[in-house]
């Protein structure tokens, strides 16, 4: 753990309740961070406080909550070392000229907004770090087109974008930002993104989850644990010149169905 150099690092992840999030902040527990998470979900919040996380019921698309947090942390840490914007959703599956406009933004709230409001109110707190890092959740979407995803993979694409600006707006300061760009990840929300896939080109399930499967060179979905070894890999020592990359941990994905 020593050589991560993340003991008693205080980290901040949005929805960190579960998926992908719940694994990130278990990785970062493992190398010795403190660790809050923040999830709009309250039963998981309460699963995760049972095992001992400290944990936040807000919302990081809505940015006055946002703000508050930032406030509470300022006072019980005195300022952060690593965020995590991790919040995001599926958003809708279908042609784009079938999209309803309320699904397009709400996942533009969620993808690439939130990421905003939680990097505008945080950065005071991460200025008074001496190891400051913003790890930025994107997809393979976000360097891949996804026939039938156009919301979700136009928003990861602005993750990146916002990764690699801030990247260069902040590294005078000493704060590096880096995106992971997860390949699919299996769990309940890779399912449920399969079982609209199928509905939409009306095919089966089970078609559409070896598409999934095979897209990449290894043949299998990524684990949320991959996602989290990532994350704190960017966070730590051991990436101290790694800033503006948009890191993929996707097996090598070629296309995305």
Known sequence: MDMFELDDARVLITAGAAGIGRAIAERFRHVGARVWVTDVDEAAATEARGAGLRTTVSNAAAEDEVNALAAEVNAEWGGLDVLVNNAG???????????????????????????????????????????PSIVNLSSAAGRLGMAGRSPYSASKWAVVGLTKT??????????????????????????????????????????????????????????????GNMAVFLASAMASH??????????????LY
């Open 89 to 131: 959703i599926a958003g809708p599956t279908g042609p784009v000229e079938t999209l309803e406009s309320a699904a397009w933004l709400s996942t533009f709230d969620v993808n690439i907004h939130s990421q905003f409001y939680c990097i505008k109110h945080f950065l005071p707190l991460l200025r008074k770090s001496e190891r």
């Open 166 to 227: 801030l990247a260069i707006e902040l590294g005078p300061e000493g704060i590096r930002c880096n995106a992971i760009c997860p390949g699919a990840v299996g769990g309940p929300r890779i399912d449920g993104v399969i079982a609209a896939k199928a509905e939409m080109l009306g095919t089966t399930v089970a078609e559409v989850t070896e598409l999934y499967t095979g897209q990449s060179s290894l043949g299998k979905l990524a684990d949320a644990d991959d996602i």
């Open 242 to 255: 790694v800033s503006g990359q948009a890191m993929a941990v996707d097996g090598n994905t070629e296309k």
